[in-house]
């Protein structure tokens, strides 16, 4: 398939924009992906699309800033696919625009 063939990705942030590009782009390759994200209905989505292709996908609900949230996202991953080999740290919190 692919150069990440038996590899395996956690990519936070991945329910959309980037994160789901980058998590498309591994699975492409070879590379189980664990989506994590806070909003369940995105990465079950995303992981969807890396299914129709042939790949191999976890969604998992997580915010990310939730120490105990993070552990279990991890463990989750692993149990599914085994030792993680990648993490794309994509997640990230934009803060609500106030006036100047």
């Given at each position: 398939?692919?150069?990440?063939?038996?590899?395996?990705?956690?990519?936070?942030?991945?329910?959309?924009?980037?994160?789901?590009a980058e998590s498309?782009?591994?699975?492409?390759?070879?590379?189980?992906?664990?989506?994590?994200?806070?909003n369940k209905e995105d990465v079950v989505n995303v992981a969807?699309?890396?299914?129709?292709?042939?790949?191999?996908?976890?969604?998992?609900?997580?915010?990310?800033?939730?120490?105990?949230?993070v552990g279990r996202a991890v463990t989750a991953a692993f149990n599914a696919f085994g030792p993680i080999d990648i993490l794309v740290n994509n997640a990230k919190a934009i803060p609500q625009p106030k006036p100047l």
């Open positions: 398939m692919g150069i990440l063939d038996g590899k395996v990705a956690i990519v936070t942030g991945s329910g959309k924009g980037i994160g789901r498309l782009a591994l699975a492409k390759e070879g590379a189980a992906v664990a989506l994590v994200d806070r969807g699309e890396i299914e129709a292709l042939g790949g191999r996908a976890l969604p998992i609900e997580c915010d990310v800033s939730q120490r105990d949230q």
